[in-house]
């Protein structure tokens, strides 16, 4: 069993940056494909980011070029490094991980979510 544990929202100004964490234990790390999704009220979960465990990754259009998803092995961590943040951003983010397969509908294992706020 995994469990991942999000960090780092909050909330920030237009055109701000956030750093989000999400510390994974209970698996073997390294052969897990990691993902974040994000939602706001009365929509549905939206993908990311994912990264694989050969740390080939992926960006939704929607934050392509602002969004940066890496991961760090050794501290079984991935992050989302998050700029030039717009008030549409605001929403829960949540970190989800799969055994081998990259989540981009979702994974077996999710965080319980972090809020960030984009103020305008």
């Known amino acids: 069993q995994v469990q991942l544990v999000e960090s780092g929202g909050g909330l920030v100004q237009t055109g701000g940056s956030l750093r989000l964490s999400c510390a994974a234990s209970?698996?073997?790390?390294?052969?897990?494909?990691m993902g974040w999704f994000r939602q706001v009220p009365g929509k549905e979960r939206e993908l990311v980011a994912t990264?694989?465990?050969?740390?080939?990754?992926y960006s939704a259009e929607s934050v392509k070029g602002r969004f940066t998803i890496s991961r760090d092995n050794a501290k079984n961590t991935v992050y989302l490094q998050m700029d030039s943040l717009k008030p549409e951003d605001t929403a829960v983010y949540y970190c989800t991980a799969h055994p081998l397969i990259v989540p981009n509908r979702g994974g077996r294992y999710w965080g319980q979510g972090t809020q960030v706020t984009v103020s305008s």
């Open positions: 209970g698996g073997t790390f390294s052969s897990l494909g």
């Open positions: 990264i694989t465990w050969k740390l080939i990754n």
